[in-house]
């Protein structure tokens, strides 16, 4: 048995959750709208204790089931924390006069391509999915020490991470000094910079 699919889902109060055959949906405090995932078959989602745990069976020790099982119990127990609590991702921008701005439903960054962006223009314009929420800490990096921050929150776990990954492929951070976008706590692989070489006279 699955020591992750067999553990129960505490549903923390001010959540709901109804589940339609294959079908779970999510409703809390910090979902706007219900979360919504349909559970692969075989495996199968139910409530217990008057609504206050979600159970995950599976009908059989199939590979496939064995990894489903698993797997439906984790996005579950994702929903059901996403909706009550939230996630969040903050993202550093680093490098002499990159910035970032949020208009509207609009994150705006400059991040050192070649063409001049500034604040009326900037060099790129990311619409922000509906769920989401961008908040700006700092929007200017000062040098390639003090860097710009943003928080991307929202209640689907999939959706902030996937934003992110989008955000910061634009531009990943280099390896000489660092600049570029990265997630907080993320560890860049830094190399020397060329040396001259020192001939001898």
Known sequence: MSRIGKKPVEVPDGVT????GQTVKVCGPKSEQPLSWSVPAPI???LDDGGKRVVVTRPDDRKRSRALHGLSRALIANMVHGASQGYQRRLLVYGTGYNCNVKGRTLELNVG????????KPQFRIPIPGGLEVVIEAP?????IDPAKFVVRGADKQLVGEFCAEVRAIRPPEPYKGKG???EGEQVQRKAGKRLAGGAT
């Open 17 to 20: 959750v109804e589940i339609s």
């Open 113 to 120: 391509f070649t063409g001049r962006g500034t604040k009326d």
């Open 44 to 46: 199968s989602a139910a």
């Open 140 to 144: 200017a990096a000062r040098g390639d």
């Open 181 to 183: 976008l990265r997630y």
